[in-house]
């Protein structure tokens, strides 16, 4: 059974950072496009980033590039996101996704697995 769990989210304040890491019970996790999407109260899931199964191609969103940052260790099967200057707007909860796609990877459909999630919340 494929297991994507996410930690690291909290409460920080505006202009503040944190670290979210993913842990995944996938096998052949380094075959794997990994993703990171959030979802705020009352939207819809919106993807974040996304890193190709050899960290060759990463992706974000226009309004997180150079704020957060993607990378994976194939190693240890995890996946993080450094998330710097954090806005309250950055409030949502963060979801962790695999896929075997290496394009579009900006979109929910090219995700096979998906972690519960991890809270983070930005005060002004």
């Known amino acids: 059974q494929v297991q994507l769990v996410e930690s690291g989210g909290g409460l920080v304040q505006a202009g503040g950072s944190l670290r979210l890491s993913c842990a995944a019970s996938?096998?052949?996790?380094?075959?794997?496009?990994m993703g990171w999407f959030r979802q705020a109260p009352g939207k819809e899931r919106e993807f974040v980033a996304a890193?190709?199964?050899?960290?060759?191609?990463?992706l974000y969103a226009d309004s997180m590039k150079g704020r957060f940052a993607i990378s994976r260790d194939n190693a240890k099967n995890t996946v993080s996101l450094q998330m710097n200057s954090l806005k309250p707007e950055d409030t949502a909860v963060y979801y962790c996704?695999?896929?075997?796609?290496?394009?579009?990877?900006?979109?929910?459909?090219?995700?096979?697995?998906w972690g519960q999630g991890t809270q983070v919340t930005v005060s002004p």
């Open positions: 996704a695999a896929g075997t796609a290496i394009i579009r990877l900006s979109l929910l459909e090219k995700y096979d697995f």
């Open positions: 996938l096998s052949t996790f380094s075959r794997y496009s």
């Open positions: 890193i190709t199964w050899s960290s060759g191609n990463k």
